[in-house]
């Protein structure tokens, strides 16, 4: 079975740092991008950031703006968001989700990474910022 686990949420406050952690089992990991998605209550759900293992394209999404940090550790299957200089409109579940590399690189720029289909998909990690 696939399974990606996330961990490292929590409460922090505006200005401070959280790092979220996705750890992925059951696919080859080095073949697969994954992205971090977050949605907030009554909002769509919005992209994040995405990162493509097998050649390292980055993309992120347009409220990033240098907060916040995508990053794998292939011997470990694991992804990593690092977010930095938190908002309380950070608030959100954020998911991480795997999708065949190739594809997102072939498809992901201009933005075209967030509308593709992800195949796998975590069970989140809520993160809260307090003002």
């Known amino acids: 079975d696939v399974r990606l686990v996330e961990s490292g949420g929590g409460l922090a406050q505006a200005g401070g740092s959280l790092t979220l952690s996705c750890v992925v089992s059951?696919?080859?990991?080095?073949?697969?991008?994954i992205a971090w998605f977050r949605q907030a209550p009554g909002k769509e759900r919005e992209e994040v950031s995405c990162i493509v293992n097998e050649d390292g394209t980055i993309y992120y999404g347009d409220f990033v703006k240098g907060r916040f940090t995508i990053s794998t550790n292939n011997a470990e299957s694991t992804a990593y968001l690092h977010l930095n200089n938190l908002r309380p409109e950070d608030t959100a579940v954020y998911y991480c989700?795997?999708?065949?590399?190739?594809?997102?690189?072939?498809?992901?720029?201009?933005?075209?990474?967030?509308?593709?289909?992800?195949?796998?998909w975590g069970q989140g990690t809520q993160v809260a910022v307090a003002s």
């Open positions: 059951g696919i080859t990991f080095y073949d697969y991008a």
């Open positions: 989700a795997a999708a065949w590399g190739e594809t997102v690189a072939e498809k992901g720029g201009d933005g075209g990474w967030s509308s593709l289909y992800w195949d796998y």
